[in-house]
Each structure stands twice: as C-alpha cells, then as structure tokens.
C-alpha cells in the first residue's frame, strides 16, 4: 500500500512551560493511537514528539494513504426467536435486518456453544487517511492531560492556550478538517519575532528545514544541546564552568524557539550570602544558569537565554541583570539580619511553633531528637554531646528570615549561620545533612554525626507520625512518612549501620506525649520494610526472594542486604530451586505431623544408610559455615548448604520418615528439623521455590 509522510501541527499561544513536555507526548501518543485504532499502517521508526512553547507537533515519515477494508460482524437473534413455527422471520429478526440495511435472507447463519444463529457480516473499503485525520486529531486532542483549560472569544471550546493554526498534510494533501474552529491548512508559523508571518510547506518533509531557516528548532533534543552548549561556551569565556541543572535546562528549553545565550554579571558583594539561596533564586525565579569556580564555588557571573538573536544583547544583558539585584538585595538583607541575631537566639521562638497537635511544638521535637541522637551516637562511634548539640541547633534556622523568605534553604542556613556563630565544622555541616537524603536522588549524609541526626531524626518523626495516627493512606501523606522511612532506610543501609529498626522504633515511641490505641511500634517497623521492597526490587531483588529474607531473623539492616545478595546469587544456581522445594516439604512434614519431635538427634537410632548419611553431611556442613555466618559471609553458607543436595534428596528417595517405631519416626523428625534449621541460617529458601 501506498505511504506518505504525515504531518500535523497545533499552533498556540505560548503553553506551560512544565506541562508542555508531558502534552506534547500525549499529543503524539493520541495521534499513533488513533492510527492504529482505524488500522492506519505506519512506520514509527525515531518519531518522537516535536514541540515549542507555541506549538505541538507529530511528524511521521511512512502512513498508509488509506485505511484497509473494513470488516464488520454484528450477531443477530438465535434461531429460535428469529424464526416463528412456520419459518417466517419475527419482528426481532426483521429488526434486526433492517438495522443492517438489508433483506433478512440476506443474513449469513452461524454457530455458537448456544446453538445457531443470524449473522450480519459486511466488508467496506477503507477511506482515505486524509478524509479522517480530523477525528484522529480531535481523539487525541480530547485525551490529553490539559492543567487549566482555557476558553478564549466566545467559543465554546477549551484548550491549554488558545489555538491559531493547524497544518495537517499527508504527503501533498492537505485534510478537509477544522480544529477548535480553526481550518487546517499547509501554512505554519516562525519565529515571532525574528521570522513572523506564515511558511508554506509543500510536503511534511520540509517540515523541520524549513521551521529552522524561520528561527525555530522544533525538536526538543536540537534545541536542548544547543542551549547546554551555548551555556557552557559562555561561561568557559569567563574562566568558570556553568551549573547546569536538569529541571531548569528543561525549564528553559520550553521556554524558547531559538535559544541565544547571554552572559550576565553581578555585583560581587552578593557572593557574601550563601550561595544556596543566589543559585535558588537564579534558576527557579529567573531561569538563568550560574556559573561556578573550579572548585564549585559561585562567582559573580551568569548565564541567561534570550529567545530572539538581539541586535542590542547589552540592552538584554542590564535587563537580566536587573532583575535579579532586587532578589539578591533581599537576600543579603535577610542573611545579614539573621547574622545579627544568632543562630542560638533564634532557637528561643520555637516553643511557640507548633509541631503537630497531638505531638507538641517543634521546641518539643528538637528535644525528642536530641535525646535519640545521644543515645545513638555511641553505638554509631560519635560523641554524644556533639549529637545533642547538633540536634538542639539543627531547627533554629526555621525561625530565620533567610528560611521564611527560601523554604528550600531549611538546613543549608542553618549550617552558614553555625559556621558564623564560630561552632565547628562538624557540627555546622550535621545541621544541614539532618535533612539528607532530601530526596530519592540525593545522597546520604556524609558524616558519621549527620547520618546519627538524620538517623534521630526519622526515628522521631515515623514514631511520632504513627503514634498521632497519620499513618498514610492512598496517596495521602501529609508528614512525608513515606520518604522519611525510605531516608531512614537509606541512611541505615548505605552507612552500614548495625541497629534494630524495631528497637529505636521502642525508644522514640516511649518519648511521645501521644499514642493511638490501635497502633504499636512493630507497625512503624513493618511499614519500614514496606518501603524496602521497591528499594531492593530495583536493585534486582525479586519478591520472593525479599520474603525469605523477611521471615528470617536478621540483625540490621545491612544484614538484610548481606542475607538478600547472597539469596540473588544462590538464587542463579542450579541447586536453589531443587534445595527450596526440599526444605518447603522438610517444613510441611514437620508442621504437619502429629508425633513428638525428639530433643535431639539419637545416631543409635538411625537405620537406614541415608538416615547415616544425611546426619553426616549436615554436621559437617554445620562446621564448616559455622565461620562464615558469624562474618556474614552469606555466599560461602548458601555455597556450602547446596552440597545437601544430593543427601537430602538420597534421604527422601530411600527414608520412610513416619515410621512405624515412634522413636525412630521422633528421631527423623529431630534430623529434618536440624536439616531446616540449617537450610534457613541465611534465609527461609522454601520461599524461592515456584
């Protein structure tokens, strides 16, 4: 069948910047669907969705120029109720016909598990795919994820922005459609300012070349490399290197049809404030990319994008500069200020701050957190002074200007203000890795006292969560108790630290004012570990290989992971399926049976040659890992519990384990019990099997 590429182009006043990603691939998306849905082929190849700030688009360089032929098959009424006694058609199957549009003996008959019946079958050709682009279209259109729609002149139709012009061509032709009152045509649009007015297309081909030669990029990719290449030009001419983070880069890059750098400056009295709070306002107030030292210091200069190749970028250039000195100005005045208070003296406000209701003010949590954080730092290998202070400081800055005025600075001030206030590194650094990690991408606290504050800290605030009752549910978590067991976690995890999970939980659930009746500690751990299936299962941990590390005894969570690599690599080994199905019958035997279970293995009383085999391969299999379990080297137990194997499966084959002799079946009961004990040190591996 005849192909031809395909184009269609939404033209708009300029869209939201953080949306436009997002409807862009649910514009392309809608568009692929409506294809297939009408059975349109067409080759997808390195398509991807093409857009601007004031403009979607969906470029496809193979579509069928008509639809196959369409096959219909409607069921009519059964026999029985079709035909009266004498043969005539009843008004059911006559009604049935004339839906159809034809004679009833003109209906085929077919058979189901219900007996027979009249069937309609029809073939129509397929219509031409530029007489159904419109409804195409209008479906994507209409499933698109649209944040605010907007109504524009007295139409009664809404869109993201208002629409000015659609192209939509299949190779030469142009569609008869028209989309929110706007006819499609062959006609785009340039830059509007550098190039305005309309371009005529010829084919969609030209679609991409042409758009460009009118000063617009219209793939994302193009336009993004080139503004991190200009980005980085600029500031290399100014002997630094730019911070180019990922959320602005996107930012600006729905921001722009032709991306023009422009180097900026400011005054370098501002570098006094912390640099946090310039590079915060620089890049989610005004889009613009700091450049820093060598050493990742900021300097005075910067980088902003223009949207248009100026013929006076100095003109620009003060205009960008300008609007950020009043920002910066707040911001030193503001970091001054709280300088002159003190970070101590801010502290005193936060008895009158409430925390939560039924868990007091935050005076109240830093008090909680301070008594955890010195009773963990000497099982942490930290001074527990240091933990205490750090804790009694670490939510002073809440109570600060700099805070109020850049919620995002929380902590990051906190540590500039106790470095001015003359406290030592350590402790100035714990009071912003308390916070960390902020997110799942950010990494733990790097200090042994920060990751004991941020370890206090989540303690508190889980128990805390849990004894008020604000136990998520659905998607509401209004205390974050999601990302802070996963934080806790984390910090446990990736610092290697050896602590009972349920234990702490104890500790800080007895230092709340408040507790539900229906809630216990043990809940706050488990729903720690709720959070631990999707951090492993991303790690390539299976859920069957998470439980039988759950329902086994573990000292930490770092055993945990010790317990659950091994199981990931056992589980590869041809051994693991076969051993895991023995020890779920070992354990079905025995939680089963009826009769007593000896104390202890009695070697008189083993009979068989198996029985004798068995026992010594166990015990020298205990010996033997007895070390390795002790080192948690998990990987030599599994390894060496797999030359069970053989034993186990001789011992099934030629022991009849319910003998009749009760003390011979109670001593083989004592040897499979001893078997299963072995088999789960690591983990209960009946869990791995299928």
Known sequence: MKTQPLLIELGTEELPVKALPVLAQAFFDGVLAGLEKRGIAFVRGNAKPLYTPRRLAVLLSDVASQQPEQKSEVLGPYLNIALDAEGKPTKALEGFAAKAGIDWQQLERTTDGKGERFVHRAVKPGVATVDILGEIVQEAIAAMPIPKPMRWGAHPYAFARPVHWLVLMLGHDVAPASVFGVTAGNRSRGHRFMQPGDITLDSPTQYVEALQHAFVLVDPDTRRARIVEQVNQAATEVGGRARIDADNLEQVNGLVEWPSPIRCAFEPAFLAVPQEALIETMETNQKYFPVLD????LTEHFIGIANIESKAPDEVRKGYERVIRPRFSDAKFFFDEDLKQGLVAMGDGLKSVTYQAKLGSVADKVERVASLASALAPVLGVDADAAAKAARLAKNDLQSRMVNEFPELQGIAGRHYAAAQGETGDIAAALDEIYMPRNAADDIAPSKLGQTLAIAERFDTLAGGFAAGLKPTGNKDPFALRRNALGLARTLLEGGHDLLPNEWFERAWALQPSHVADVHPFDVTQFLYDRLRAYFAEKGATPQQFESVMNVVHDSLPDFAARLDAVKGFARSADAEALAAANK??????????????????????????????????????????????????????????????????????????????????????????????????????????
Not at 294 to 297: A, C, Q, S, T
Not at 640 to 668: C, E, I, K, S, W
Request: glycine share 4%; no cysteine; charged share 25%.
């Open 585 to 690: 019958r070992i354990r079905n035997i025995l939680r089963k049976s009826e009769a007593d279970i000896a104390a202890k293995i009695d070697t008189a009383l083993l009979v068989e040659p198996a029985e004798h085999a068995l026992h010594a391969a166990l015990q020298s299999t205990l010996y033997d890992t007895r070390a390795a379990l002790a080192a948690r080297d998990y990987s030599a137990v599994l390894s060496r519990l797999a030359q069970l194997r053989a034993p186990v499966d001789t011992f099934f084959n030629d022991v009849m384990v319910n003998a009749d002799d009760v003390a011979v079946r109670g001593n083989r009961l004592a040897l499979l019990n001893a078997l299963a004990g072995a088999l789960g040190s690591v983990a209960a591996i009946e869990h791995l099997s299928v």
């Open 294 to 297: 060598r050493d990742g210091k």
